[in-house]
Every structure is written in structure tokens, then in C-alpha cells.
């Protein structure tokens, strides 16, 4: 069946820039009609949904980052990226990509990213 | 588009009947979905398109609702049950999720 993993540094310094990458495996990340998304959730709060990517190349952001973050895809290596630029202490969160078409199926396990000095 | 669940916290006794609320400050259509989470795990979709189950979700969860009002229902908790639940909405970018519901043990 389809599966997500996230990959990426657990600690990254302020204002550096925090890169995770999703490997998708058990299905084509080029598979019509579905997009991919990147979620995350700080330490004891809530989730937000940071951006979606489609293979053909629509992508969407989450105004609330928008400036500050990029994501890609990777179709022959059948993963999508995450990149958020200067980060803070605000941006520590497990980070989670997941399939998605509307709604979110299956997520990645997610990965803690801490940023501190 | 803002989700407002209720309550934030709902304490039951297994074997009781859960009803979860989620409101949208606007329309998403049916294009609602529910998730459970359990400490240290990711999210579960449980309910998509307001209504529909996804694959492993028990007959116990149900789904109802359109428009900007939305209920979860379990019928007879189980333990494995007692969780956080979170909507969200699919209807326009951007998406979000409502603050979530911590289903507890009484």
C-alpha cells in the first residue's frame, strides 16, 4: 500500500533554512487527480496545512508562510520537498506530508524539527 | 475559512454515545473531513466528504452534515477511541483544520 516517510535534520538553527524531503513509495507520486501536501503540528497544539504540490505543477501555499516557503517535487525519485527559510523558535513542529484530494490520506509519521542555537 | 469544533473537551464512559460538532464561519459543501489522533501518532482520516468512511474506519463512526455544520458520532465508545479528533475543511485553498476535541475517559 502507499506509504510516506519524511526525511530531514531534527535541529536547525534561527533564521537557517529548515529542508525535509518526502519519499513516497508503494504508488507514483504521478498519479492523476491526487496532490501532496505538507502539514505540521507545534509540540501540544494544533495542525496547520502549510502547502500542497500536484506533479504537473500547480502548487499552493498557506498565506500565513507564503514568502517563506517553497515546495517541489521530484518525480523520478517519486518524492516532494518542503524548504521554509528563516526559521524561528515559532516553526518547531513534527512536520507531516500526506496524499491528498481534499482530504488527507495516508500521512507520513511525521518528523520533529526543533529550531534553537 | 474558520472551523470551530465543540467542545473542546468531552468527557465519557465507555460504551456511551459521542457527538462531535464542527462549524464552518462559511460553506465548504460536503467537502468535509474528520481525523482521529492519538498521542504520538499522526492523524487518521476516519470521515471524508462529510459522510463517507474511509477504508478501516468501524461502522460505530458516522458522519453527518452539509453546508457549514457538521456532527462526528460514535455510537458506543470503545477505549481505543478516547483521542483528539480534528475537521477540516477541502472546499478552498486555503484548507484548514478546526482546534480539535479531546474525547477523554470519565
Known amino acids: 500500500q502507499l506509504q510516506l516517510q519524511e526525511s530531514g535534520p531534527g535541529l536547525v538553527k534561527p533564521s537557517e533554512t529548515l529542508s525535509l524531503t518526502c519519499i513516497v513509495s508503494?504508488?507514483?507520486?504521478?498519479?492523476?487527480?491526487?496532490?501532496w501536501g505538507w502539514i505540521r503540528q507545534p509540540p501540544g497544539k494544533g495542525l496547520e496545512w502549510i502547502g500542497n504540490i500536484y506533479y504537473g505543477g500547480r502548487i499552493d501555499y498557506n498565506p500565513s508562510l507564503k514568502g517563506r516557503v517553497t515546495i517541489s517535487v521530484d518525480t523520478s525519485k517519486n518524492q516532494f520537498s518542503l524548504k521554509l527559510t528563516s526559521v524561528t523558535a515559532a516553526d518547531t513542529a513534527v512536520y507531516y506530508c500526506?496524499?491528498?484530494?481534499?482530504?488527507?490520506?495516508?500521512w507520513g509519521q511525521g518528523t520533529l524539527v526543533t529550531v534553537s542555537s | 475559512i474558520v472551523l470551530t469544533q465543540s467542545p473542546d473537551t468531552l468527557s465519557l464512559s465507555p460504551g456511551e454515545r459521542a457527538t462531535l460538532s464542527c462549524r464552518a464561519s462559511q460553506s465548504v459543501s460536503n467537502y468535509l473531513a474528520w481525523y482521529q489522533q492519538k498521542p504520538g501518532q499522526a492523524p487518521r482520516l476516519l470521515i471524508y466528504e462529510a459522510t463517507n468512511r474511509a477504508a478501516g474506519t468501524p461502522a460505530r463512526f458516522s458522519g453527518s452534515g452539509s453546508g457549514t455544520d457538521f456532527t462526528l458520532a460514535i455510537s458506543s465508545l470503545e477505549p481505543e477511541d478516547f483521542a483528539v479528533y480534528y475537521c477540516?475543511?477541502?472546499?478552498?485553498?486555503?484548507?484548514?483544520f478546526g482546534q480539535g476535541t479531546r474525547l477523554e475517559i470519565k
Open positions: 500526506a496524499r491528498h484530494w481534499r482530504s488527507l490520506d495516508p
Open positions: 477540516q475543511h477541502g472546499s478552498n485553498w486555503p484548507f484548514t
Open positions: 508503494g504508488g507514483s507520486i504521478s498519479s492523476s487527480g491526487y496532490y
